[in-house]
T-cell receptor, first 113, second 113 residues
């Protein structure tokens, strides 16, 4: 089955800890994205990557880091510098280019202990 | 001014009625418009996209775009309780080689049996 997978479904972070959220896609999409969703707010873009080994900051990149070593994978690390990490994290991918459509993975809910 | 605005709702309609969801956007250069449905605790799923002025129909769903008024809407005919969800409007802003998808905060639709 083609699609986007995210793991884990739930993640608990302790004070001062870095945690990494996984995102994998087998849709052969060039572009991948990370969003954060907070209650009552729209999705906000954290980072995006249009091609392997290249990525750009989105609107709220502070406290996060990413890598894009493979086309299929775009992991997101939530660092200890992110002081309010509790949120629903969504990974998306698209084929790239204009008029592209983004498809979402099932999401990871991050909670702080 | 928010880039993409939606009434947060809840919009309550009886089963079998037409639900009308509205969205306005601020950037006149926007070219691609998307409607996503998001059930509580789940990730967004694509309902429809529209690029040209006018109407686009897909089953019970109709997207309407008016670029002059910077307005896009989604009509759901014969509404069902299973349509109860938050509907997110998203607009693509083009900036050079990169495209950004800007989301509204969503409208909560409640279909009453």
């Amino acid at each position: 089955d083609g699609g986007i997978t995210q793991s884990p479904k739930y993640l608990f972070r302790k004070e001062g800890q870095n945690v990494t959220l996984s995102c994998e896609q087998n849709l052969n999409h060039d572009a991948m994205y990370w969003y954060r969703q907070d209650p009552g707010q729209g999705l906000r873009l954290i980072y995006y990557s249009q091609i392997v080994n290249d990525f750009q900051k989105g609107d709220i990149a502070e406290g996060y880091s990413v890598s894009r070593e493979k086309k299929e994978s775009f992991p997101l690390t939530v660092t200890s510098a992110q002081k309010n990490p509790t949120a629903f994290y969504l990974c998306a991918s698209s084929s790239g280019g204009h008029q592209e459509t983004q498809y979402f993975g099932p999401g990871t809910r991050l909670l702080v202990l | 001014q928010k880039e993409v605005e939606q009434n947060s709702g809840p919009l309550s309609v009886p089963e079998g009625a037409i639900a009308s969801l509205n969205c306005t956007y601020s950037d006149r250069g926007s070219q691609s418009f998307f409607w996503y449905r998001q059930y509580s605790g789940k990730s967004p799923e694509l309902i429809m996209f529209i690029y040209s002025n006018g109407d686009k129909e897909d089953g019970r769903f109709t997207a309407q775009l008016n670029k002059a008024s910077q307005y896009v809407s989604l009509l759901i005919r014969d509404s069902q309780p299973s349509d109860s969800a938050t509907y997110l409007c998203a607009v693509t802003l083009y900036g050079g080689a990169t495209n950004k998808l800007i989301f509204g905060t969503g409208t909560l639709l409640a279909v009453q049996p």
